[in-house]
């Protein structure tokens, strides 16, 4: 079915614009790789592995995440948490979510009536 | 070795050489943390595999960790490409035209091949390193990024005096025009049908030159002011008319000549079969180049008065209602 893939590819697509935010969001608090994608997921955001890994390292490299190895535990585990930077971006990110999430739903609204 | 280890290798050595250990070491701990969440601490190659499959082929998950572009050459780096590309064929066009006019001043035996064999070495060194810059580029290899140019709606040009015609277009159709003609002098002795040691019709291509000489001169004036003017104004098209009646008439007088010597065909030992044949290939070919002129001429007239098929107007989205 053409449509249905359509509409797949646009859900893949708008999961993709807001996984950052989450991402920033979740990781206020320190988290390795497998435990942030369960987290994510315990709250009805399922991400693909594909993304999530290489979008952590690139959050990394830009500087909004900070991480180090923890080799205290039963096998090493690379832990990232919010950079100072992180958080200032999160800030700006969630102002815009906020007015994004207001506009689309008056216009959902709109459609609906 | 196990699974997970050989899945690692398989990504790693896939991956950028600078992060491969990093992200090796990194995937290794993610995969034992899934394997365990899903199947406790005793868990096997089959449950190692289960957990594999789900992540992914090695490949494509190499590949999510390359930097976003892994184009050639992506479409930010492409404009230029392309115009670059455009400059490259236009410096190729004017090498060949000036070894064909070498050669018609002083020719060499191997003069043509020389010609077209260097160009054809120039068309395919020149393409491989334009490549090969902007793939530099597009990696990121080399800081630069494509400049902005600043523009203004004023100066855009108003779509409705006439027909754009491409600069790359006019420039293709000079260097072609002249090109051909300078090959035809160079090659004038050659060009016949030869029997014994005669040249047979050759007198005719030789008595003609002339004639040829000055429609390619009438079209590459044409195409001069083509590039000049950008589009086609309706005394181009005319004038363009013009030009091709005189081909045509040109086409006639080579026509008529080759059926003119049919005898003499006969007499110098042609077989009166290749005699019929040329004739009547002589008496067609006029007919070819006029049913040519009209078919373009005729779609022509179709775009430019508007004969063509326009799609119905989309309907109007709800909201702009």
């Known amino acids: 079915m053409i449509s249905s893939d359509v509409e797949e590819r646009l859900a893949i697509e708008l999961r993709r614009g807001v996984i950052s935010l989450a991402v920033l969001s979740a990781l206020q608090n320190p988290a390795y790789g497998y435990s942030l994608q369960q987290a994510l997921v315990e709250r009805g955001f399922e991400v693909e592995q594909g993304t999530l890994y290489p979008l952590l390292r690139r959050l990394d490299e830009q500087g909004l995440l900070e991480s180090d190895w923890n080799v205290d535990e039963s096998r090493p585990r690379k832990y990232y948490r919010l950079s100072p930077k992180g958080a200032a971006a999160l800030a700006t990110l969630t102002v815009q979510w906020d007015a994004l999430v207001k506009s689309v739903a008056s216009m959902l609204q709109g459609e609906a009536k | 070795m196990t699974l997970v280890d050989r899945y690692v290798a398989e990504v790693a050595r896939r991956l950028p050489r600078s992060r491969r250990a990093d992200i090796s070491r990194e995937l290794t701990s993610t995969l034992l943390d899934a394997m365990e969440s899903r199947f406790g601490p005793a868990a096997t190659d089959d449950d190692a595999a289960v957990v594999l499959q789900e992540f992914g082929r090695p490949d494509a998950v190499a590949a999510s960790y390359w930097p976003a572009s892994q184009y050639l050459i992506g479409p930010e780096w492409y404009p230029a490409f392309s115009q670059v590309l455009k400059i490259h064929l236009l410096v190729l066009g004017a090498i060949v035209i000036a070894g064909l006019v070498l050669q018609v001043l002083a020719p060499s035996p191997d003069g043509l091949a020389k010609v077209f064999g ?23 290899e080399v800081r630069v990024r494509p400049r902005a140019v600043d523009w203004d709606p004023h100066d855009l040009p108003s779509p409705a005096t006439g027909e754009i015609v491409g600069r790359v277009e006019s420039i293709a159709a000079i260097i072609a025009t002249l090109a051909g003609f300078l090959v035809l002098v160079r090659f004038q002795e050659y060009i016949g049908i030869p029997v014994g040691n005669q040249l047979l019709l050759n007198n005719i291509l030789v008595d003609n030159l002339p004639w040829i000489g000055a429609a390619a001169v009438l079209t590459v004036l044409q195409y001069i002011v083509l590039l000049w003017q950008g589009r086609w104004r309706w005394y181009m098209r ?24 049919h005898e003499s065909l006969v007499t110098a030992g042609v077989t009166p079969q290749l005699a019929d044949l040329s004739s009547q290939l002589a008496r067609a070919l006029p007919f070819v180049v006029l049913a040519v002129m009209l078919y373009e001429g005729g779609k022509v007239l179709f775009r430019v008065t508007g004969w063509t098929y326009s799609a119905p107007a989309l309907p109007r989205h709800p909201s702009s209602r």
């Open chain 2, 118 to 140: 260097n160009a054809i070495q120039f068309l395919v060194f020149a393409f491989g390193v334009i490549v090969l810059i902007f793939h530099l580029l597009e990696r990121g």
């Open chain 2, 238 to 261: 005319c004038y363009k008319v013009g030009v091709d009646l005189f081909n045509l008439i040109i086409t006639w007088r080579i026509s008529n000549a080759v059926i003119a010597s």
